[in-house]
Every structure is written in C-alpha cells, then in structure tokens.
C-alpha cells in the first residue's frame, strides 16, 4: 500500500515539474513573441518591406553635344538588343545555336554570354546581341517560334554622327571599369558607360545627369511581381562647342591617306573652330566595343589612329619657327628692319659648315625677305647673335614648350631647350651651334599642333595673350585679352613677311594664294627632316622624299591666317611624313582658311536674308 502511495507521488511530482517546465517555455516564447511583435516591430516590419520592395536606379538620357551651329557630334539613338531569359527555354544551349544560325555569335560574344548566365538568376534577361538594326529585329522576330527565351529590348545607345571626322574632339563612352572611381549609384549599373576620351570625358558629370528611382515589388525569389513606384531622373546637360561641323569635315577630307593634325582657331576669341587628328577611329565602335584582334589592329598601325596628334604629336617646327626668332632679335635690338645677311648657300661655324635649304643661296635678305623665302642661313646669323636664352622666353610668350591645357586628356608640353636646361639634362653647357639649328626650329626643340596654332593666332591678333578653349563664345563671355610685351610695329613687320611667303613671287607657299573678294592670306611653311642628310647626299642631291620609306620622310607644316588685313582666322597643319611645307602642308592650310571665310560669308547672307 505504501508503495504505491510513493509511486502515486512520484508521478505527481514529475508531472507537476513537467508541467512547469512546459509552463516556463510557454511563458519564454509568449514573452519572446511579445519582444519581437512589439519592441522590434518596426525594425522587422522594415526589413519585411524590404524583401518584398526592390528598388533600381534608372539611367538617364545622356546629354547631347553640339557644334558651334547646333549640329549634333553626339547623341543617343534608339539601340534594340536581343536578351536571353534562361527560364523560359526547356534547351538554353538549343535556342542560342538557333540564334546563331539567324545571327552569328564571335567567341568573346559565346564566351561573355555563357558567363552571364552561370552569375545569374535564371530569371534575369542576359544580352545576347546590341545595336540591332530594324532589319535584324525584324528577322529575329519572325523566327521567334525557334527562339523560346529570346526577348528584344529596347534602350538608348550613343552615336557620334560625324563618327571619325571628329572623334579626337568627341571622344567615346565605354563600359565602367575598376579603374573608374565610383563616385555616383550610377556607376554601379550594369553595362553602365562613361566617357572615356575627347569631350565625353571632360565633361563626364554635366553629361551624365543624374540617375532617378523605380520600385518594384518582388517575391521571396528576386522575381518582379509589379511596378510600385517610379521617379525619373533628369537628363545630362546639353554641350555647346566652338567646334564647326562643316570645317571639321573639311579638315579631315582634306588630308586624304595623309597622317597628321589641323587645327583652325578664331584668332580674337581663342575658339577651337576646327581640330582634327587623321587618320582617326570610329567612335561608335569602340563605344560599342571591340574584339582584342580589332585593338590591335589600331594599336599597331604605323600612322597611329588612336594617337591624339594635335596635342599628344610632338615635332620640331623647322622654319614656322622662324617668326619667333624674328620677333626675339627685333624686340632685343639684334637686328631691325634694314639689317641684312648674305646669303651663299652655306656658312661656317669654326670647321663646321651650316647648309641653306637653297643650294645656291638667296643673296642678300633682310628680315622680311629672309621670312618669305625661309633662308636659313639668315636665321643662323640671327640666333648667333642673340643666343638661346633670349629665343627660349620670346618662344615661351607665344605659347610653345608648355601645355595650352584645352581640357583634353595626354596633352604634351613639347621642349622649348635653354641654357639651363642643358646642364641640368646633360650636365653640359650650351654650343654656339645648338643656337644656330635651333634659329631653324630644329636640334631639341618640340612643339605640338596646338602650340603652333596658339602662336599664329597671337601674331595674327597683334600681340594679343588668346588662349584656345573648345567652348562656344558669346557676347558676354568673349574674353578680354592681354596685350603681350611685344611691340606692335615687330609684330607687323613678322606679319609683313608672312604676307610675302604667299603673296609675292618667290615666296614658299606662292603656289597655295587665294584671293576671295579682296581677301587672302599670310602664312609660313616648314619642312622638318626626321633623319640626318649625309653629305654625299647633300653633294649629289639624288635621294628624293618619295623614294624613301614613310617613316624617313621629312615632316611638312604650315601656319597661316586670314584674312591678311583683319585677322580673324589661324590655322595650323602638320603632315607626319609629308616631304615638304610648300608642297603639302600650305595647300591644306590655304584651303582650310579659304573654307574658313566662305563659311563666314554664306552664314551672314543667310543671317541677313533671314533678317
């Protein structure tokens, strides 16, 4: 009997201690429930919401670009692109092959696609093809029973209309990359793109605009259930430059199979009218992308596409040198108006011979003569007297040896050598002869398309400190500019000897003269040699330009403005291999200032006929 009364208790008791227990987990989750419902309602309800609410940025219209007349250089064009949804294909590797068959694939393409399909979620759309033309869609969607899972999108691209003519001025888009810093939410979008040179890139941010909002509601797996809310965001600015469309064709065509660059400024304004850089690529492919054998194809072409010659090229001026030389003798009293050289074809510094262009000489020239007939021997005596010092600062006031920082990306600052500049690079001093083939624009000095261009245009102007810029001027942003310490009577007389260069017989660019209504032009042309003459050669004459390789050729350049009597325009034109100023440089120049001057007078008809 007792026993059992102690089993009856036994059992009572670890009931009642497994009633309490469960009575405790009980009373532990209700109090947990109340925690968590309660006290952290608001944080789970955030987070609920955020699981069922994605938000994405939406990319903006990127800004447009326009020439000086409202003519377009870059734009956004409707781009249709073929995407491929994995879930909805039984066969992902079927539907590609049938895609293939209506639209090849290259491998890269094969090889990116087959990567963006093993990163993503089945659901998401995969790019298979951009940049489709109507044509293209069209066939893609009346074979669209054979292609489950392929979709056609439809978005904007970038499109530069004048393509290569203008691509060292515009630029290019391409993909973010992680060199980029990643300063805005927008660069962290897929297959988002960026300006990577030219105008694209100087004015990334203005042009990018700023990215807007879409709420989507999703489910537990990512997938899109509907569109919640959607705040557009606002396009990038529009861009106006100073850059003539018309012009820069010309420039461009007006080269040919030639390499080089050309460069038109308004000589009062500083504005860019026309910058070219040939040969040059295409912008629109490399926006859209190129294969590893198209680059280096680019990347190997002896002519150099991708190089932006007018400001990363840096060549010896040869004689369009002369007219600084000139200018630091005048301004220093070495020579004036009357002062005289004879000129025998030759002369001697110690053994040392010093050669004229001209065989046979050019007799005695005085300071405007010795500029339209570019004697050397003249310019010799000339930077004797002065010496390199003096040459060096008159050339570094007109623009040449430093960076004219336009805003372009790889600008070079050529080499203007003094002095000093030998000792500290050499740890030598500087040689009566260095003076004399400097006075030639020869020997260490380097200049760049654009320096050469800033020049003409300040002795075109009178004297007058213009600064190149790439930004469309109006009335009340025309700049002020500063007189230059140079007197206006030298720089008339440099201005005189430009005008005899084209305008009088004899003259080195004679054959290149215009005359449109009264108007003409003044200028300087320049012939530089890219390998050392050897004297059996110099006594023989019998090697020609045209029979020696393109790289030994000489280089031919040219300066000029127009019109003669009231500036306005400034050119200048470098021919890499060229052979000659005279014979190729000049007539792209002349035609490029005549070009510049009929444009003028069409678009004041036109102005007063609207009128």
Request: glycine share 8%.
């Given at each position: 009997?007792?026993r059992?009364?102690?089993?009856?208790?036994?059992?009572?008791?670890?009931?009642?201690?497994?009633?309490?227990?469960?009575?405790?987990m009980?009373?532990?989750?209700?109090?947990?429930?109340y925690?968590?419902?309660?006290?952290?309602?608001?944080?789970?309800?955030?987070?609920?919401?955020?699981?069922?609410?994605?938000?994405r940025?939406?990319?903006?219209?990127?800004?447009?670009?326009?020439?000086?007349?409202?003519?377009?250089?870059?734009?956004n064009?409707q781009?249709?692109q073929?995407?491929?949804?994995?879930?909805?294909?039984?066969?992902?590797?079927?539907?590609?092959?049938?895609?293939k068959r209506?639209?090849?694939?290259?491998e890269a393409?094969?090889?990116?696609?087959?990567?963006?399909?093993k990163k993503?979620?089945?659901?998401?759309?995969?790019?298979i093809k951009?940049?489709?033309?109507?044509?293209?869609?069209?066939k893609?969607?009346?074979?669209?029973?054979?292609?489950?899972g392929?979709?056609?999108?439809?978005?904007?691209?970038?499109?530069y209309?004048?393509?290569?003519k203008?691509?060292?001025?515009?630029?290019?888009?391409?993909?973010?990359?992680?060199?980029?810093?990643?300063?805005?939410?927008l660069?962290?979008?897929?297959?988002?793109?960026?300006g990577?040179?030219g105008?694209?890139?100087?004015?990334?941010?203005?042009?990018?605009g700023?990215?807007?909002?879409l709420?989507?509601?999703v489910?537990?797996?990512?997938?899109?259930?509907k569109?919640?809310?959607?705040i557009?965001?606002?396009?990038?600015?529009?861009i106006?430059?100073?850059?003539?469309?018309?012009?820069?064709?010309?420039?461009?065509?007006?080269f040919?199979?030639?390499?080089?660059?050309a460069?038109?400024l308004?000589?009062?304004?500083?504005?860019?009218?026309?910058?070219?850089?040939?040969?040059?690529y295409?912008?629109n492919?490399?926006?859209?992308?190129?294969?590893?054998?198209?680059?280096?194809?680019l990347?190997?072409?002896?002519?150099?596409?991708?190089?932006?010659?007018?400001?990363?090229?840096?060549?010896?001026?040869?004689?369009?040198f002369?007219m600084?030389?000139?200018?630091?003798a005048?301004?220093?009293?070495?020579?004036?108006?009357q002062s005289?050289?004879?000129c025998?074809?030759?002369?001697?510094?110690?053994?040392?011979?010093?050669?004229?262009?001209?065989?046979?000489?050019?007799?005695y020239?005085?300071?405007v003569?010795?500029?339209?007939?570019?004697?050397?021997?003249?310019?010799?005596?000339?930077?004797?007297?002065?010496g390199?010092?003096?040459?060096?600062?008159?050339?570094r006031k007109?623009?040449?040896?430093q960076?004219?920082?336009?805003?372009?990306?790889?600008?070079?600052?050529g080499l203007i050598?003094?002095?000093d500049?030998?000792r500290?690079?050499?740890?030598?001093?500087?040689?009566?002869?260095e003076?004399?083939?400097?006075g030639?624009g020869?020997?260490?000095?380097?200049?760049?398309?654009?320096q050469?261009?800033?020049?003409?245009?300040?002795?075109?102007?009178?004297?007058?400190l213009?600064?190149?810029?790439?930004?469309?001027?109006?009335?009340?942003?025309?700049?002020?500019l500063?007189?230059?310490?140079?007197?206006a009577?030298?720089v008339?007389?440099?201005?005189?000897?430009?005008?005899?260069?084209?305008?009088?017989?004899?003259?080195?660019a004679?054959?290149?003269?215009?005359?449109?209504?009264?108007?003409?032009?003044?200028?300087?042309?320049?012939?530089?040699?890219?390998?050392?003459?050897?004297?059996?050669?110099?006594?023989?004459?019998?090697?020609k330009?045209?029979?020696l390789?393109?790289?030994?050729?000489?280089?031919?350049?040219?300066?000029g403005?127009?019109?003669?009597d009231?500036?306005?325009?400034?050119?200048a034109?470098?021919v890499?291999?060229?052979?000659?100023?005279?014979?190729?440089?000049?007539?792209?120049?002349?035609?490029?200032?005549?070009?510049?001057?009929?444009l003028?007078?069409e678009?004041?008809?036109?102005?007063?006929?609207?009128?």
């Open positions: 009997m007792n059992d009364n102690d089993k009856g208790r036994v059992l009572i008791n670890r009931s009642l201690v497994l009633g309490g227990l469960q009575l405790l009980l009373l532990v989750v209700i109090v947990r429930l925690y968590l419902q309660v006290y952290q309602a608001d944080k789970y309800r955030t987070l609920s919401d955020e699981n069922r609410i994605s938000t940025l939406l990319v903006p219209p990127r800004g447009v670009v326009y020439d000086r007349n409202g003519e377009m250089l870059a734009t064009r781009n249709f073929a995407l491929i949804v994995a879930e909805q294909t039984t066969d992902v590797s079927k539907t590609l092959g049938a895609f209506i639209m090849p694939l290259t393409e094969e090889e990116k696609i087959r990567k963006d399909l993503n979620r089945s659901f998401v759309p995969i790019k951009d940049n489709l033309s109507w044509e293209e869609v069209a893609i969607q009346l074979n669209a029973p054979d292609l489950p392929i979709v056609i999108d439809e978005g904007l691209s970038r499109y209309p004048l393509g290569e203008a691509a060292h001025v515009i630029g290019y888009v391409s993909s973010v990359s992680d060199k980029d810093v990643k300063d805005d939410p660069l962290e979008v897929p297959g988002f793109k960026i990577k040179a105008i694209e890139k100087l004015y990334e941010k203005r042009l990018r700023r990215g807007g909002n709420k989507l509601e489910n537990a797996y990512g997938r899109v259930m569109e919640i809310e959607r557009d965001g606002v396009a990038g600015e529009r106006d430059l100073s850059i003539d469309a018309r012009l820069q064709t010309k420039a461009y065509e007006l040919g199979e030639e390499s080089g660059a460069i038109v308004d000589v009062n304004s500083g504005e860019i009218l026309s910058f070219v850089s040939v040969p040059a295409d912008p492919l490399l926006s859209q992308g190129l294969s590893s054998i198209e680059w280096n194809e990347n190997k072409n002896e002519k150099k596409p991708l190089m932006n010659k007018a400001l990363a090229g840096q060549y010896s001026p040869g004689s369009t002369k600084v030389v000139a200018l630091a005048l301004e220093n009293g070495s020579i004036n108006s005289r050289s004879y025998s074809g030759r002369m001697f510094l110690g053994n040392h011979a010093f050669h004229c262009w001209k065989k046979e000489g050019h007799a020239v005085d300071v003569q010795a500029l339209q007939h570019s004697c050397d021997i003249f310019f010799y005596e000339t930077a004797q007297k002065l390199i010092n003096k040459i060096a600062s008159m050339a007109f623009g040449l040896g960076k004219i920082d336009v805003g372009l990306e790889n600008e070079k600052e050598p003094d002095s500049w030998k500290r690079r050499f740890g030598e001093s500087w040689q009566q002869g003076s004399l083939i400097s030639i020869q020997g260490y000095i380097l200049t760049t398309p654009i050469l261009a800033t020049m003409t245009a300040r002795i075109a102007n009178g004297g007058y213009v600064e190149p810029t790439f930004e469309k001027m109006s009335d009340h942003n025309t700049p002020n500063k007189k230059m310490p140079v007197s009577s030298n008339a007389l440099v201005k005189q000897g430009m005008f005899d260069v084209v305008n009088v017989p004899g003259g080195t004679f054959g290149s003269r215009f005359d449109f209504n009264g108007l003409k032009m003044a200028g300087k042309t320049g012939t530089t040699q890219v390998r050392r003459i050897t004297m059996k050669e110099r006594q023989t004459g019998i090697v330009q045209e029979d390789p393109w790289k030994y050729r000489n280089h031919a350049l040219f300066v403005y127009a019109p003669h009231n500036p306005r325009y400034a050119v034109v470098l890499e291999h060229g052979r000659g100023g005279s014979a190729v440089a000049a007539p792209i120049g002349g035609k490029l200032l005549l070009e510049a001057l009929k003028e007078a678009d004041k008809k036109e102005a007063e006929t609207d009128n």
